[in-house]
Nanobody, 121 residues
Framework: QVQLVESGGGLVQPGGSLRLSCAASGSIFSINDMGWYRQAAGKERVLVARISRGGNTNYAASVKGRFTISRDNAKNTAYLQMNSLKPEDTAVYYC???????????????WGKGTLVTVSS
């Protein structure tokens, strides 16, 4: 059983910062890409940022320069540092990972249950 558990969401004022964490647990041989997606009320889930095992990153244009994705491979954990938050960043943020459970398996895609980020004064 593999789980991705997000933490760090909450209420923050515009201009503030939050740091999200995503911890992968269970039977894991290796994790390839990890990423953060978000879904605002009434909208589709969209990519925020992704990071490869080697540390290559890509970001949505709307967050570039404000958000930073990172990971700790030894801890099977990804992070999203969010600075200069805006009301339009309000959404449920989901962790995503392509991971391999055993040496004999192919990579499969997993999602966390999400953490709510609300940016409001």
């Amino acid at each position: 059983q593999v789980q991705l558990v997000e933490s760090g969401g909450g209420l923050v004022q515009p201009g503030g910062s939050l740091r999200l964490s995503c911890a992968a647990s269970g039977s894991i041989f290796s994790i390839n890409d990890m990423g953060w997606y978000r879904q605002a009320a009434g909208k589709e889930r969209v990519l925020v940022a992704r990071i490869s095992r080697g540390g290559n990153t890509n970001y949505a244009a709307s967050v570039k320069g404000r958000f930073t994705i990172s990971r700790d491979n030894a801890k099977n954990t990804a992070y999203l540092q969010m600075n200069s938050l805006k009301p339009e960043d309000t959404a449920v943020y989901y962790c995503n990972a392509d991971l391999i459970r055993t040496i004999e398996d192919y990579a499969m895609n997993y999602w966390g249950k999400g953490t709510l980020v609300t940016v409001s004064s």
